[in-house]
């Protein structure tokens, strides 16, 4: 999100060039010590799609594209962490484990205990927002999942924890927020915040967003500035020029 902005500045002139590589140094080094594969994946979309927003010459567009695929197949072969990743995803796809505790699996099995008991509880409503945990915690012990019910993992995403708690009615509820929430980034031509937008939409289906007290806090400020500020400002001028 950090890094989004950053560029923003950088599209606006509102920082300088040295700043800008230097800051977006820093967030992507920090992003490959983190190594999370959605931040990872949506940095890349994102780099991609920059360089063509802000390069105008064909020439240098093809020159940064083959500079970002280069560091990025770099990335996959010499830093252990990102190749790890990689191997954990090839190895889950064979329906092996890469190792005892591994991560892609622990998710696949969460995701396939989750979607069981999204068949058991009410369409309408679901099993109710405080009885989700224990409920997957059934499942989990009914299956010889011991690792995830010792942790108590929750259904790691927000779609699918959604509509066991509330049922097809939150579903649809938080369908008609992001939609709006898109619609009115794409009319005040907030392109920048579409795409933070966008990070915490993936995000959400690989994590439970709305249920951690961090990504809430983030997530609501800037909904609230993209509901509200801009329609209100827009009302405003209408009425100026009134």
């Not at 396939?112 to 989990?140: C, H, M, R, W």
């Amino acid at each position: 999100m950090a890094f989004v902005l950053v560029c923003k500045l950088f599209h606006e002139n509102k920082i300088s060039k040295i700043y800008f590589f230097l800051s977006s140094f820093i967030f992507l080094v920090i992003l490959v010590l983190m190594i999370s594969k959605v931040a990872v994946a949506f940095v890349g979309l994102f780099l991609l799609w920059f360089l063509f927003y802000q390069v105008k010459i064909l020439k240098y567009r093809i020159i940064a594209v083959s500079a970002l695929a280069l560091i990025a197949i770099y990335s996959c072969y010499k830093i252990p962490s990102i190749n790890y990743e990689i191997q954990e995803i090839y190895y889950s796809i064979k329906g092996e484990k890469r190792t005892k505790d591994d991560s892609t699996d622990q998710r696949k099995r969460v995701t396939e205990s989750a979607i069981e008991l999204a068949f058991k509880v009410n369409p309408f409503f679901g099993t109710g927002i405080g009885d989700v945990q224990n409920d997957l915690n059934k499942i989990y012990e009914e299956k010889n999942y011991k690792d995830l019910l010792i942790k108590k993992y929750d259904a790691h995403n927000q779609f699918i924890s959604m509509y066991l708690g509330v049922g097809a009615i939150g579903i649809i509820g938080l369908t008609l927020l992001l939609f709006s929430i898109i619609k009115t980034c794409i009319n005040n031509q907030l392109i920048f915040i579409l795409w933070i937008q966008c990070f915490f939409i993936l995000q959400m289906f690989t994590e439970t967003l709305l249920e951690r007290q961090v990504p809430i806090i983030l997530w609501s400020f800037i909904t609230s500035f993209v509901l509200f500020l801009y329609p209100f400002k827009g009302r405003i001028l209408s009425y100026q020029n009134k």
